[in-house]
T-cell receptor, first 113, second 117 residues
Framework: GEDVEQSLFLSVREGDSSVINCTYT??????LYWYKQEPGAGLQLLTY?????DMKQDQRLTVLLNKKDKHLSLRIADTQTGDSAIYFC?????????????FGQGTELSVKP | ETGVTQTPRHLVMGMTNKKSLKCEQH?????MYWYKQSAKKPLELMFV???????ENNSVPSRFSPECPNSSHLFLHLHTLQPEDSALYLC????????????????FGDGTRLSIL
């Protein structure tokens, strides 16, 4: 079945780059997503990448996709204390497999001043 | 209002109470979802509605009863809950998809924090 794995914690210093990694098992995934959850809030869609792309950049965020290794990463440049949150990776299954999102457990990013 | 709005934000109820959670989306979407988020566990998909039709019930106990009167509103009716049902309940919406399923980006509300006494 589908499975999405993330490391649970990451700690960085303010101004450094953060790299959050994710592995998934379903090679037929169509889209891969990154969501951010701040305390007391829901999940905020940060960015997503279509499975035929290998990179997407959006301001401080860079998403890299290695489809061969089923590895997705989110790089946050110049990390700020406001970036402290839980980051969820999710893959979407194709329509003929239910067309739903499978989420990882989330990586808690802690940014120290 | 914009986005996905959930009410109430917090709910404390006894095991014998009946209450309802409400979700409303103003994004013009036609697929809506209920998720349960418990500490230290991945997000659990509970129910999916696509064009007001339920397309997924992920083995959810019957003490949770969803209702989708139109594409903008989704309810979760609760009765006779158990302490392990205490969690954050998140609603999401997306563009509807083909044959009842959608893999489009989902937009989430801020959730209802539910505590069962």
């Amino acid at each position: 079945g589908e499975d999405v794995e993330q490391s649970l914690f990451l700690s960085v210093r303010e101004g450094d780059s953060s790299v959050i990694n994710c592995t998934y098992t379903d090679s037929s995934s169509t889209y891969l997503y990154w969501y951010k959850q701040e305390p007391g809030a829901g999940l905020q869609l940060l960015t997503y990448i279509f499975s035929n792309m290998d990179m997407k950049q959006d301001q401080r965020l860079t998403v890299l996709l290695n489809k061969k290794d089923k590895h997705l990463s989110l790089r946050i440049a110049d990390t700020q204390t406001g970036d402290s949150a839980i980051y969820f990776c999710a893959e979407s299954t194709p329509y003929n497999q239910g067309g739903k999102l499978i989420f990882g457990q989330g990586t808690e990013l802690s940014v120290k001043p | 209002e914009t986005g996905v709005t959930q009410t109430p934000r917090h709910l404390v109820m006894g095991m014998t109470n009946k209450k309802s959670l409400k979700c409303e989306q103003h994004l013009g979407h036609n697929a809506m979802y209920w998720y349960k988020q418990s500490a230290k566990k991945p997000l659990e998909l509970m129910f999916v509605y696509n064009f007001k039709e339920q397309t997924e019930n992920n083995s959810v106990p019957s003490r949770f009863s969803p209702e989708c009167p139109n594409s903008s509103h989704l309810f979760l009716h609760l009765h006779t809950l158990q302490p392990e049902d205490s969690a954050l309940y998140l609603c999401a919406s997306s563009q509807g998809g083909y044959e009842g399923y959608s893999n489009q980006p989902q937009h989430f509300g801020d959730g209802t924090r539910l505590s069962i006494l």
